[in-house]
C-alpha cells in the first residue's frame, strides 16, 4: 500500500525550529513533502501574491521527504506545491509547528492558519499546531506524542467537510500538560496596536505592536481558558463563517427593493 503523503507549510519559514520538528514526528507516519516561505511570514492569514511572480527552491531531497521553499505567502506555498510538487493529492496538510500562541482572534490574522484554511477549501483534512513560546530555540520535544497522536488519527479518520483543527500547546509544566480540552474561540481584542515613532530625518514612521485583552477570561470552554491553566487547546474551525443564527431575522427585518 502507498504511504500517506503528508503536505507541510508554516509562517516561520523553512528553516525555522518548528518545522524541523514537526517533520521529525511526523515523518514515520507517511512520506512528507514541505513547502514555506524562504523567511518569516507571520500575520499573512490567508494572503496570496496577485502582483509578485513566485520562485521555488528545493532544498533538500531524500527518500520520502522533500523541503522546498518560496518567496511567497504561506498560502502561496501551498498552492504551489499543490499545482506543481506533488505527485498525487496529499492525505493531510499540516500547518506548523508556530513558535507562538494561535488562539482566539490570532486565528483571523495566522499564517499558520492560512496553511490549513488553504488545504481545507481544497477538501483536504489539515491540521495547525501552535505552541504558546515565541522563542526561536523554543522546546517542542513535550508536543511530540499529542502531535503523533492527533495527525495519526487524523490520517485514519479524517474530519468533517469544511472543518480544519486548530491546535494550541500551552507552555508545558515540569510535568507536561494538565490534559486536553475541545475548545471553542475565546473572545479577546487586541489594543493599543500601532507604535508612532519620529525618524531623525524628519518623517514618522510606525511599528504594529498591540496588547491581547480576553474578554472572557473565566469561560471555561474556551482556548484561551484552557491554554492559560495548562491545557492543550483544540478548536475544530469551520470554513462557513454564515452566521445562521442572523440570517431568519435579517430576512424577516430588512427593507426590500420592488423593481
Given at each position: 500500500?502507498?504511504?500517506?503523503?503528508?503536505?507541510?507549510?508554516?509562517?516561520?519559514?523553512?528553516?525555522?525550529?518548528?518545522?524541523?520538528?514537526?517533520?521529525?514526528?511526523?515523518?514515520?507516519?507517511?512520506?512528507?513533502?514541505?513547502?514555506?516561505?524562504?523567511?518569516?511570514?507571520?500575520?499573512?492569514?490567508?494572503?496570496?501574491?496577485?502582483?509578485?511572480?513566485?520562485?521555488?527552491?528545493?532544498?533538500?531531497?531524500?527518500?520520502?521527504?522533500?523541503?522546498?521553499?518560496?518567496?511567497?505567502?504561506?498560502?502561496?506555498?501551498?498552492?504551489?506545491?499543490?499545482?506543481?510538487?506533488?505527485?498525487?493529492?496529499?492525505?493531510?496538510?499540516?500547518?506548523?509547528?508556530?513558535?507562538?500562541?494561535?488562539?482566539?482572534?490570532?486565528?483571523?490574522?495566522?499564517?499558520?492558519?492560512?496553511?490549513?484554511?488553504?488545504?481545507?477549501?481544497?477538501?483536504?483534512?489539515?491540521?495547525?499546531?501552535?505552541?504558546?513560546?515565541?522563542?526561536?530555540?523554543?522546546?517542542?520535544?513535550?508536543?511530540?506524542?499529542?502531535?503523533?497522536?492527533?495527525?495519526?488519527?487524523?490520517?485514519?479518520?479524517?474530519?468533517?467537510?469544511?472543518?480544519?483543527?486548530?491546535?494550541?500547546?500551552?507552555?508545558?509544566?515540569?510535568?507536561?500538560?494538565?490534559?486536553?480540552?475541545?475548545?471553542?474561540?475565546?473572545h479577546g481584542t487586541w489594543s493599543s496596536e500601532?507604535?508612532?515613532?519620529?525618524?531623525?530625518?524628519?518623517?514618522?514612521?510606525?511599528?504594529?505592536?498591540?496588547?491581547?485583552?480576553?474578554?472572557?477570561?473565566?469561560?471555561?470552554?474556551?482556548?484561551?481558558?484552557?491554554?492559560?491553566?495548562?491545557?492543550?487547546?483544540?478548536?475544530?474551525?469551520?470554513?462557513?463563517?454564515?452566521?445562521?443564527?442572523?440570517?431568519?431575522?435579517?430576512?424577516?427585518?430588512?427593507?426590500?427593493?420592488?423593481?
Amino acid at each position: 500500500m502507498e504511504r500517506p503523503l503528508i503536505l507541510i507549510s508554516n509562517d516561520d519559514g523553512y528553516q525555522a525550529k518548528g518545522i524541523r520538528r514537526l517533520i521529525e514526528f511526523v515523518r514515520p507516519l507517511g512520506d512528507i513533502i514541505v513547502c514555506a516561505p524562504d523567511g518569516p511570514r507571520s500575520g499573512y492569514a490567508c494572503a496570496f501574491s496577485a502582483t509578485t511572480p513566485l520562485l521555488l527552491t528545493l532544498r533538500e531531497e531524500e527518500e520520502g521527504l522533500q523541503i522546498w521553499s518560496s518567496n511567497g505567502t504561506p498560502v502561496d506555498c501551498v498552492k504551489l506545491a499543490l499545482s506543481q510538487i506533488v505527485p498525487r493529492r496529499p492525505n493531510l496538510v499540516i500547518g506548523g509547528i508556530n513558535h507562538g500562541d494561535n488562539g482566539s482572534v490570532n486565528t483571523h490574522y495566522s499564517g499558520t492558519m492560512g496553511v490549513v484554511m488553504e488545504g481545507c477549501m481544497k477538501y483536504i483534512p489539515s491540521i495547525a499546531y501552535s505552541l504558546c513560546d515565541y522563542s526561536a530555540d523554543a522546546d517542542f520535544e513535550p508536543l511530540r506524542p499529542y502531535i503523533e497522536h492527533y495527525t495519526r488519527h487524523v490520517l485514519q479518520n479524517g474530519l468533517p467537510q469544511g472543518v480544519c483543527l486548530n491546535i494550541n500547546f500551552p507552555l508545558p509544566e515540569e510535568r507536561g500538560f494538565r490534559g486536553v480540552k475541545v475548545c471553542r474561540m475565546a473572545h479577546g481584542t487586541w489594543s493599543s496596536e500601532v507604535t508612532k515613532c519620529h525618524h531623525p530625518r524628519g518623517y514618522d514612521y510606525y511599528w504594529m505592536v498591540g496588547h491581547y485583552q480576553n474578554d472572557e477570561p473565566d469561560a471555561e470552554d474556551t482556548d484561551n481558558w484552557a491554554l492559560q491553566h495548562g491545557y492543550v487547546a483544540i478548536t475544530p474551525t469551520r470554513m462557513d463563517v454564515t452566521a445562521y443564527e442572523a440570517m431568519e431575522m435579517l430576512a424577516a427585518n430588512l427593507p426590500t427593493l420592488n423593481s
